[in-house]
């Protein structure tokens, strides 16, 4: 059984790829096993009626199977009146979470406006996500160019919002283990695993991060969904600590919410 | 069968070259990947000296020197000293077990003294691999472009070369040397982005496509996950796994009277 916390629906902005068709996608994840995928939407990254691309989303989901696909609204707190599409997610969705893409949308985590969500996203009792990454820069698109979110500035805030679940997507990777252990302390801060490469990567991981912490996550369809799903292979973890990262730590998430 | 063109010592845990071959091993066969290329020792270097990519190349000889019925070496080489690296290719390839060139970011690859080096390659059948990215954010001073590349195979159509990375950018990449047919592509070493191996299928031929991890810097599975999950055929994927390196491959290993 695995639960997937990093997908997400509609076009890539300058590329297609293979599963980017919800019907298609949801085959391919109902095919290796995965049994609720938390989907955001790539629109998110560039729209700015996200009210729009949120209602486009869970349509999407509950149209072609709203048991496996569990929408994640896109916030961009740029935009004026942030605090509606929130509001619209929660109230006219029923969505467990939102999804932030920094990186495209112009602040960062030192921005007033974030702690507002904390604030916000914690009174509602839904969890955050926060895409450190959609796309290695080194790759992007001269004209897409973006940088990694910095995490900082979340580690001072953690404690004012103790019961918060915040899942940092696309982070893991060999440069910030030492933040990422202080966030993990600091809060409720869970990783996927979809950028965490190195010989039997998980292994190493669980030395820096408590498997508590850990998620499968594939950045499917941007990703091969099997790189995701073979790193599982690749490292020899004890059943618990496997399940743990495959579907335990998803399910308290939200049945914790 | 699943042969993986490009890993690395460096990353590895272990005190010597033997124990991070061991370990290397280990997770080579949760994966069941039977063959192993390696290149460079640890720790990385950019512009290694002759003496130093000596160093690097005795770490591998070391490492595959207990395990020649999995691994292969390439020799690592810095063009900024011809007749060193000349000595050096002789020393490793001519004279020892290993069956391949690798060059990576000292000098980019257009260079005088890239042709001797590949020159002498394909008198010894061996094949080339040059590192190529084509880095949004900026190359490196030496770092080779796919241009760079095609500049060099263009010159060499007997030669055996891998295009390292597709590039990085891979669309640009494959773009780049599609027309030489003497010309493959490295699947490894960037992110296990969707739709890489299929342009490379649709544009290259599954015959010019080769898996490889750059282990331990990536992991077995991100680069393997680019193969399996890709929409092509069967026949396709085990081309790309390991078909296609090992055909590659197969005249320096019956010069050398290796029998697989």
């Known amino acids: ?257 | 069968m699943i042969w993986d063109l490009h890993c690395h010592l460096n990353g590895i845990p272990g005190r010597t070259p033997d124990e991070k071959m061991a370990r290397l091993i280990e997770v080579a066969d949760r994966m069941q990947i039977e063959r192993l290329v390696l290149f460079m020792g640890a720790p990385f270097l950019i512009a290694p000296t002759p003496e130093q990519f000596r160093e690097q190349n005795d770490q591998v000889l070391q490492a595959i020197s207990h395990w020649h019925h999995r691994a292969f070496g390439f020799v690592y080489l810095n063009p900024e000293y011809e007749q060193e690296s000349l000595q050096e290719l002789d020393r490793c390839v001519k004279d020892g077990p290993m069956t391949g060139i690798k060059l990576w970011v000292a000098k980019r690859c257009d260079i005088a003294s890239v042709d001797a080096i590949v020159r002498r390659a394909i008198e010894l059948k061996a094949i080339i691999y040059q590192h190529t990215w084509l880095k949004t954010t900026g190359n490196l001073e030496g770092e080779s472009t796919p241009a760079d590349l095609h500049a060099l195979a263009s010159r060499h159509p007997e030669a055996s070369i891998i295009c390292g990375h597709t590039g990085g950018n891979w669309e640009l990449g494959i773009r780049t040397i599609r027309d030489l047919p003497h010309v493959s592509v490295d699947l490894g070493g960037g992110d296990p982005t969707a739709g890489l191996v299929e342009m490379a299928v649709r544009e290259l031929g599954a015959s010019r496509v080769l898996y490889g991890s750059d282990v331990a810097g990536r992991s077995f599975a991100s680069q393997l996950g680019k193969v399996t999950a890709a929409e092509i055929t069967p026949e396709e994927k085990q081309m790309i796994l390991g078909q296609n390196l090992r055909r590659l491959m197969s005249p320096i290993l019956q010069a050398k009277g290796v029998r697989l």
Not at chain 1, 4 to 11: A, E, I, P
Not at chain 1, 136 to 141: L, N, Y
Not at chain 1, 145 to 172: E, G, H, Q, R, Y
């Open chain 1, 1 to 257: 059984m695995i639960i997937d916390v990093n997908v997400s629906l509609s076009r890539w902005p300058n590329r297609r790829l293979p599963l980017d068709e919800t019907p298609k996608l949801a085959a391919a994840l109902k095919q290796n096993g995965v049994s609720q995928a938390w989907a955001g939407t790539f629109d998110g990254l560039l729209h700015n009626d996200l009210a729009a691309a949120n209602k486009w989303l869970v349509d999407q989901c509950r149209s072609v199977d709203e048991k496996l696909l569990l929408p994640i609204g896109a916030i961009n707190l740029s935009l004026p009146a942030w605090e509606e599409d929130v509001r619209r997610c929660y109230e006219l969705h029923g969505m467990k979470g939102v999804r932030l893409l920094p990186g495209y949308h112009d602040y960062t985590l030192e921005d007033p406006r974030f702690r507002q969500l904390l604030s916000l996203l914690a009174e509602k009792h839904m969890l955050l996500q926060i895409a450190v990454r959609q796309e290695d820069p080194r790759t992007q698109h001269r004209l897409l160019m973006t940088k990694d979110v910095d995490l900082k500035p979340l580690l001072t805030l953690l404690s004012d919002f103790p019961n918060l679940p915040v899942i940092l997507l696309n982070a893991v990777s060999s440069s910030a283990v030492e933040l990422h252990g202080q966030l993990a302390a600091a809060g409720k801060v869970y990783f996927d695993i979809a950028t965490l490469e190195g010989l039997a990567g998980l292994e190493r991981q669980v030395q820096s991060l408590p498997s508590e912490r850990l998620l499968f996550g594939s950045h499917s369809p941007f990703f091969a969904f099997d790189s995701a799903k073979l790193k599982l292979q690749e490292s020899e973890l004890p059943a618990p600590r496997r399940e743990q990262i495959t579907h335990l730590n998803a399910v308290k998430i939200l049945s914790d919410l």
